[in-house]
């Protein structure tokens, strides 16, 4: 049995090990938006991946909070992932940074948490896009079969809930000790 001493002294360790954790992942995830952001300056057909940009950032705003975490869920990673499937990692990356800023802007979090609310979700989209196009074999675009596509989507779905689902736990882990 820890004393209250005992408690007192790992406080601070843990909210140092959650600082540092807040940081690196939202380092990692804003290493990915500025790629992406970089990647969108050339990429074809605008109108059509900001328009699937514009739905996710819509539907986030349609989120559900789920009981006993300070976590919410919406219907952007659908749009999230088939613009991924589409036109690659960038749109995706950038669309989900954005989601994930406002929904925490709105919530009135601090900075550092609006900061790894954009950079989580837009780092674990980046890493599952990413896989999609390693696990297909060349970049998104042409026209796919069914046959192609279920396997690296598969792939890109695991990735991005395993990584997002992984960081968000462990951040709230951290938070409450």
């Known amino acids: 049995m820890s004393s209250p001493i005992a408690a007192a002294a790992e406080a601070p360790h843990a909210t140092r090990v959650l600082s540092r ?21 050339g990429m074809p057909r605008p109108a059509e991946w900001l328009l699937f940009s514009v739905l996710a950032i819509a539907f ?30 960038a749109p995706a990356t950038v669309a989900m940074a954005a989601d994930g800023f406002i929904l925490s802007w709105r919530r009135g979090h601090s900075a550092d948490r609006i900061l790894f609310n954009a950079a989580n979700p837009a780092l674990s989209v980046w890493l599952g896009a ?34 997002h689902t992984g960081l968000t736990a462990t951040a709230a882990a951290l938070e409450r000790g």
């Open 60 to 89: 986030g705003r349609l989120s559900l909070r789920i009981p006993g975490v300070p976590v919410h869920a919406s219907m952007s990673d659908t749009f999230l992932l088939t613009s991924a499937m589409l036109f690659g990692p």
């Open 130 to 163: 990413q896989a999609f196009v390693v696990a297909l074999g060349r970049p998104p675009g042409d026209t796919l079969s069914l046959e192609t596509l279920v396997g690296p989507l598969a792939v890109m779905a695991t990735v991005h809930f395993l990584v």
């Open 21 to 41: 954790y807040v940081a690196a992942v939202t380092a990692l995830g804003l290493f990915a938006i500025a790629q992406s952001v970089t990647t969108l300056l």
